[in-house]
Structure formats: structure tokens, C-alpha cells
């Protein structure tokens, strides 16, 4: 079975740029999460999904961040624009039911220069 | 609000040579815990979760915790490390908010193996 897979695996932009980072999570999970790690600080969540719905997105940092899940499969999460202190790693995890283990995908580096 | 404190940013130990990492934990409520490693271009891996039970559990890779409420920790040991173990640790505690388990972690300790 295949575990969570994200992509790029790193992506470099100018700050003012877009980016969208896509996570496909392990079928069948209808929870998905995602959370950033910024300049090796703690890891933080972000927002979390059940199916297409968000269930709770408390920590999306302002609002030139868009996550989205289309239809309750992959997700993506645009940057839009991009700042210089958006720069870190965004993991997505998903899970079967809401309080089951959550899963973690390789994370996506993003730098912004 | 939850918390999590893990107070060694950096742990180098022999290979063969025991090994604990600390965590404590701020909570209101029983807490579900966790422990993940992220070795070295990897990303997030479960080593081993307490919810409820035994307060010792077991996990992969011969790992092993102990709850201890009075102490409000959940330390993570290991008998023997190998050189593999080299990589960054992560406690996390779960904050049961409506539906979600939102994890709340750590700042993480770097395992450093020397031989």
C-alpha cells in the first residue's frame, strides 16, 4: 500500500511568487492534515480536512494561504504570494478516522528567496 | 493550550550505549502520545503512540516509552543504540478538539551515534 506522497519534494520561488504543493494521502483515509516546520522550530499544524470539508484550520498563518481537497482525495496548499518567512517544510499526514495514528508524507521543502 | 517540551536539543551517545529522551507534556485531559523519528531525508515516521492502558509501550526498531502522569512525561528508550538510530526525534501529544487529532510537537532532539 502506498503511504502519503507530497509534491515537489523542494521548491525554490521569489518572494511575490505562487506556489502550490499538492499531498495525495493513503486511500481510503478520509482525514488529512498539514503542518509546517519553519527555520528547525517546532512542527506546526496547519489545517485539517475530513474529506473535502475543513474541519479545522486554526493555524493557517494568514490568508495568502488556500488549502484545498477537491472532490476528498489529494489536497493541495497554495502560497499566494509568497514572503520570505513562509520558507520551512510542509508535511501533509492523513488518517483513517479522526483519532487514528496519522500518517506522514516526506514533506516538501520550500525555499523563498 | 497543549505543550510539549522536549529539553535536549542534541544527544550524541556510543553505538551500544542506552538511550533516553525526555519529553513532558502539558494537557488538561488523559493524552494521547506519540513518539516519530525523521532520519535523514525521510519524512515523519511513528515509532510508537500511548492513548490509553499499559503506561510502558512498546514500538518498531526496538524502541520502547513510559507514561508517567504524575510526572506528565513520556520518555522514549532504547537498550542499545545503533548507528542507524542517528536522526531527529519528535514527541507529540494529541489535542482531542472536536473531531481532529490536532498534534501539538515537540521542538525535536537530534541523535547523534558515534562508534
Known amino acids: 500500500e502506498a503511504g502519503v506522497t507530497q509534491f515537489p519534494s523542494h521548491s525554490v520561488i521569489e518572494k511575490g511568487q505562487t506556489v502550490t504543493l499538492r499531498c495525495d494521502p493513503i486511500?481510503?483515509?478520509?482525514?488529512l492534515y498539514w503542518y509546517r516546520r519553519v527555520m528547525g522550530k517546532e512542527i506546526k499544524f496547519l489545517l485539517h480536512?475530513?474529506?473535502?470539508?475543513?474541519?479545522?484550520e486554526s493555524g493557517m498563518p494568514n490568508n495568502r494561504f488556500l488549502a484545498e481537497r477537491t472532490g476528498g482525495t489529494y489536497s493541495t496548499l497554495k502560497v499566494q504570494p509568497a514572503e520570505l518567512e513562509d520558507s520551512g517544510v510542509y508535511f501533509c499526514?492523513?488518517?483513517?478516522?479522526?483519532?487514528?495514528?496519522?500518517?506522514f508524507g516526506p514533506g516538501t521543502r520550500l525555499t523563498v528567496l | 493550550a497543549q505543550s510539549v517540551t522536549q529539553p535536549d536539543i542534541h544527544i550524541t551517545v556510543s553505538e551500544g550505549a542506552s538511550l533516553e529522551l525526555r519529553c513532558n507534556y502539558s494537557?488538561?485531559?488523559?493524552?494521547?502520545l506519540f513518539w516519530y523519528v525523521q532520519s535523514p531525508g525521510q519524512g515523519l515516521q511513528l515509532l510508537l503512540k500511548?492513548?490509553?492502558?499499559?503506561?510502558l509501550v512498546q514500538g518498531i526498531k526496538g524502541f520502547e516509552a513510559e507514561f508517567k502522569r504524575s510526572q506528565s512525561s513520556f520518555n522514549l528508550r532504547k537498550p542499545s543504540v545503533h548507528w542507524s538510530d542517528a536522526a531527529e526525534y519528535f514527541c507529540?501529544?494529541?489535542?482531542?478538539?472536536?473531531?481532529?487529532?490536532?498534534?501539538?510537537f515537540g521542538a525535536g532532539t537530534i541523535l547523534r551515534v558515534k562508534s
Open positions: 494537557y488538561g485531559a488523559t493524552p494521547y
Open positions: 500511548y492513548f490509553s492502558g499499559d503506561t
Open positions: 507529540a501529544v494529541g489535542a482531542l478538539e472536536g473531531y481532529g487529532n490536532k498534534l501539538v
Open positions: 486511500s481510503g483515509h478520509d482525514n
Open positions: 480536512f475530513v474529506k473535502e470539508s475543513k474541519q479545522d
Open positions: 499526514a492523513s488518517s483513517q478516522g479522526g483519532k487514528d495514528t496519522q500518517y
